[in-house]
Nanobody
Framework: QVQLVESGGGLVQPGGSLRLSCAAS????????MAWYRQAPGKQREFIAH???????NYADSVKGRFTISRDNAENTVYLQMNSLKPDDTAVYYC????????WGQGTQVTVSS
């Protein structure tokens, strides 16, 4: 059974930065693609960034150039570096593992406000 645990969320001012982490249990992390999603109040969950097992990446247009997804297979962790944050980035951020089953973390709140 895989468990995903996100951390690193919090309150940050516009223009600031945060780095989110998603730690995965189990032995399939290094062979699995990972992704970050977010859900703002009253909105549908939306895709943010994806990284393959080979570390190829792609991003939603809304975050391209500001967010960076990366992974550390030795630590079974995927990261989301978020720079130049805007109030519209306020949401609960979730990580997702693409494996035989579909795994999601519990989410971490990011609030961008002055």
């Amino acid at each position: 059974q895989v468990q995903l645990v996100e951390s690193g969320g919090g309150l940050v001012q516009p223009g600031g930065s945060l780095r989110l982490s998603c730690a995965a249990s189990g032995s399939i992390f290094s062979s699995s693609a990972m992704a970050w999603y977010r859900q703002a109040p009253g909105k549908q969950r939306e895709f943010i960034a994806h990284i393959t097992a080979g570390s190829s990446t792609n991003y939603a247009d809304s975050v391209k150039g500001r967010f960076t997804i990366s992974r550390d297979n030795a630590e079974n962790t995927v990261y989301l570096q978020m720079n130049s944050l805007k109030p519209d980035d306020t949401a609960v951020y979730y990580c997702r593992m693409f494996a035989r089953a579909d795994y999601w973390g519990q989410g971490t709140q990011v609030t961008v406000s002055s």
